[in-house]
């Protein structure tokens, strides 16, 4: 009986927030032996249906079968007993206890807990798959793939025989990611059945036998890896042919605009964020930023614009017009009356790029509340450039006083850049510019980066993807905990040298 | 198994707030009222009278007659001058709950204009220099009370909550000391102040209700149309944000305290001038909180505190007439008035959240 082949059988499950539909009548199939990817934009209802695995949703409609036989999922609890271990996005480990620790954190105990056991155990469940992890290390001193490490082992102490991954290598270097997938395919090999939640086509190439693909909530079909190409899974995930080339022209009168030296500053627990960092920037391009998370990329762009406390160094900014100023040790408010034309989209859109409560013409306001003399504000001029960057930009919104924390991520992302480049920039520093959106609006706003760099402006383009990055920047400064680590030419370096550059300053192995 | 299978009995889901219906919301919060009204009736039946008599005992309390409403009026103006005085600092998410203090100052500022300036008996007629100046002080002395705590959250990140909290002690401490001591006419009072120093009556109340109605047209306006409204919202929205559009956070905070605390220390004024034409550490009595009250139900919308204010001002009115002509204990009418504003806050719950009962045709029970 084919019902028998599956491990796991998800039939015509359904499950809707509110009025939002995230999974609509979802079936899907998880064999031994097996890698799936779910593929699938953001907001396609891939976490959402994985998440009913887990036990931490529960379906409105639909049946979960295991091994054939229908079966209840209401708690974290029921997953595991089912055999089921999710590796969320966000980990979820104490930072206090060793890794040990951690994984026998939770599980229930018949005698006293048996520490020296567990290390054993963990030990043994490293070297079976190929985990390079000390059970005794502490949480806090271990880096981010350690940790993930850490959650992969807690879900298989607890005897998993399906694992769940939930975007498992958005924070990892192209070298830990082959390291993640090669424990993978032990796991395979070893007959456990495998989702990898992902939206990075060449990774779905690389590591899954098999790919179902979602869209909008809906399941559109699987495929085998090995009969497909990432431009039909691409059409698949949207719908629709889309064309996957970032166009990159040359600025021909590139001259410089920026210029960072010996910058350095320290976040509020006096921890050293940036460390005598220095680079030049040129009017007419595109100078990309890599690195892994955290490695100082919030810390640079903030102290240009004047939001982040600079222990030492200068920034110069030498105005098409001629001359030079220093921008350190001037507010946001007095680089602006400087007559510095800087515009800034951050990472956290709503949270400081923002007003969320306010629509659209309140939200371009943020820029220029302060024009005309008089306690009063106007709303004219806010308003035509709302109307502006909502036909330009093709916003979808119920209308400009509808709050922009209500609409979409992609719709959200396009009212800031819109602001932003309203005010024809001479830099203009985006923070994972991307991140979020669908492919549709990715495309958009790359090529509004590449038209900015085309009249002339200096673009820093913080980044995580790594293809991208080769594929729209002309340079790339690759950061490396708070250090220059090296810049490379976009057109020639390859994604394994900018991966050594992020782990170590230099790209040396071991340092 | 079937037991397992089975969904929850009732789910919350979150409304979409676009969605629904105004008219809706209005009747689930009418709903509210009515439903506090009816625990109510369990409380007065509770304590031995008939519910529907003392409902309309409450009513005619405070609407009856002509002489009632005024003393209804007269409970519902500080109340709303003081919603008035908090909505900015709401609006900026700084919780400002000192405006009992602030009131007290502004009162203290007032009452000693009024030592300063009134010295020999002037007739009795109101004398608008004297006001004026009383004014102007209240608001000064409110507005520094208010600018302290503001201060040092711009400068230490110090926690306005508390500290707000503590000044209302500090200066409700400092005029029972002048009440007992150094200004003390007789019995531990103050000297009631001349008739030169009372507002003057406009239809038959202190014209204090006069100057808070123009406050709810000024406030609506500085919230909705100024470049300092829209830094208040700005702010309130995500401190971060102001930060990168420019704004400086700390003198914004310090200027919509001063401000703040400018109008509770007006309302100080009035209650001494207008209402009690005296000083007493009690002279703030509790308004600054139940304000607080105010402001939320209404939203922070200037308009919306008219109705608002004017309701607690029946509720208690009416809780003042039960009490004496139905000799209901006092703490009736406190439940009373507690069980309103709390079915009315809680009903916010329900217009942003919808519960779903299983149905009873369970789609899992089939698989047993």
Request: charged fraction near 20%; charge should be positive.
């Amino acid at each position: 009986m084919e019902k028998n082949c599956y491990a796991i059988e998800l039939k015509g499950i359904s499950k809707h927030f509110g009025p939002v539909i995230a999974n609509d009548s979802i079936d899907l199939g998880l064999r031994r032996g097996e890698i799936l990817a779910l593929l699938g934009e953001n907001g396609s209802g891939k976490t959402t249906l994985m998440n009913m695995l887990a036990g931490i949703y529960l379906p409105d409609a639909g049946e979960i079968l295991a091994d054939g036989h229908p079966i209840s999922i209401r708690s974290p609890k029921d997953s595991y007993a089912h055999g089921i271990g999710m590796i969320h996005q966000h980990y979820k480990l104490v930072n206090v206890f060793t890794a040990a620790e951690n994984i026998v954190l939770g599980m229930e105990h018949e005698k006293k807990l048996d520490i020296a056991g567990a290390n054993a155990k963990v030990r043994e469940i490293c070297a079976r798959y190929g985990f390079e992890i000390d059970p005794e290390k502490k949480v806090y001193d271990m880096s981010v793939s350690e940790k993930q490490t850490v959650e992969i082992v807690k879900v298989l102490y607890r005897g998993a025989e399906i694992l769940i991954l939930d975007e498992p290598t958005a924070v990892l270097t192209p070298q830990e990611t082959e390291r993640l997938f090669a424990v993978l395919r032990n796991m395979r090999d070893d007959n456990k059945a495998i989702v990898i939640i992902t939206h990075k086509l060449n990774e779905v190439m690389a590591i899954s036998d098999k790919v179902a693909v979602l869209r909008k909530g809906k399941y559109i079909g699987t495929v085998n890896t090995a009969e497909t190409n990432p431009q039909a899974l691409t059409d698949m995930m949207v719908g629709r042919a889309v064309t996957l080339n970032i166009d990159r022209p040359m600025y021909e009168h590139q001259v410089e605009r920026l210029r960072v030296n010996g910058l350095s500053c320290y976040d509020h627990e006096h921890v050293k964020k940036l460390d005598g960092v220095s680079f030049t920037v040129m009017g007419g391009e595109i100078l990309g930023v890599a690195g892994i998370a955290g490695s100082g990329q919030k810390e640079l762009l903030e102290s240009i614009a004047g939001l982040c406390p600079i222990a030492e160094g200068s920034i110069l900014y030498y105005p098409p017009e001629g001359g030079q100023d220093e921008l350190v040790g001037k507010s946001p408010m007095q680089i602006r009356k400087k007559g510095v034309s800087l515009a800034f989209i951050p990472e956290d859109r709503l949270g400081m790029g923002l007003v969320g409560s306010m629509g659209m013409t309140g939200n371009m306001m943020l820029r220029s509340w302060r024009k005309g003399s008089g306690p009063f504000v106007r709303r004219k001029d806010p308003k035509e450039l709302a109307n502006k960057v909502l036909n330009d930009l093709e916003v979808v919104t119920p209308g400009i006083e509808f709050p922009v924390r209500k609409l979409s991520g992609g719709n959200v992302q396009k009212v800031l850049v819109g602001r932003e480049i309203a005010t024809s920039p001479s830099v203009l520093m985006t923070a994972y510019a991307v991140r979020g959106l669908d492919i549709n609006t990715s495309y958009t706003i790359y090529n509004l980066m590449t038209e900015q760099k085309m009249r002339g402006a200096a673009v820093i383009f913080v980044g995580e993807d790594l293809d991208v990055l080769l594929e729209l920047c002309d340079r790339i400064l690759v950061l490396c905990g708070g250090r220059v680590s090296g810049v490379v030419d976009a057109r020639t370096a390859t994604k394994d040298e900018i991966g050594l550059l992020m782990t170590s300053v230099g790209g040396k192995e071991g340092a | 198994m079937d037991e397992k299978l089975k969904s929850p009995l009732i789910r919350l889901e979150k409304r979409n707030k676009s969605t629904i219906k105004p008219v809706y919301a209005w009747l689930i919060r009418l709903g509210s009222i009515l439903f506090a009204l009816l625990l109510g009736c369990i409380a007065i039946a509770l304590a031995g009278s008939n519910p529907i008599k003392a409902y309309g005992t409450m009513l005619d309390g405070a609407l009856g007659n002509a002489a009632f409403r005024q003393q209804t009026v007269k409970k519902a103006v500080p109340l709303l001058g003081c919603a008035l005085a908090i909505a900015p600092c709401f609006k900026m998410r700084f919780w400002n709950i000192g405006a009992e203090g602030q009131i007290t100052a502004g009162a203290l500022a007032a009452t000693f204009m009024v030592r300063l300036l009134a010295t020999k008996p002037e007739g009795n007629s109101a004398s608008l220099p004297l006001l004026l100046c009383m004014a102007l002080a209240a608001m000064l002395l409110g507005g520094l009370w208010a600018l302290i705590p503001a201060f040092f959250k711009a400068k230490w990140n110090t926690n306005e909550t508390l500290f707000t909290l503590m000044m209302n002690y500090i200066i409700i401490g400092v005029v029972a000391w002048l009440q007992a001591g150094p200004w003390e006419a007789r019995q531990g009072r103050i000297a009631q102040f001349p008739q030169s120093a009372w507002l003057p009556k406009v239809e038959g109340v202190h014209c204090g209700w006069i100057i808070v109605l123009v406050l709810v047209f000024i406030i609506h306006i500085y919230m909705r149309h100024t470049k300092q409204g829209y830094e208040i919202a700005v702010i309130g929205d995500s401190l971060r944000t102001a930060q990168y559009a420019g704004m400086n956070v700390g003198r914004i905070m310090m200027r919509t305290m001063f401000l703040s605390g400018a109008i509770s220390g007006l309302v100080g004024f009035i209650l001494c001038s207008g209402a009690t034409n005296t000083l007493s550490k009690d002279i703030a009595g509790g308004v600054g909180f139940t304000s607080i009250t105010v402001a939320w139900l209404s939203q922070l919308n200037a308009f919306a505190m008219v109705a608002i204010s004017l309701m607690l001002g029946i509720l208690t009115k009416g809780a003042d007439t039960l009490q004496t002509v139905m000799n209901v204990p006092a703490a009736i009418s406190d439940i009373i008035i507690g069980l309103l504003l709390f079915c009315m806050l809680g009903c916010e719950f329900f217009i942003n959240y919808r519960l779903i009962l299983r149905k009873k045709a369970g789609k899992g029970g089939a698989a047993a």
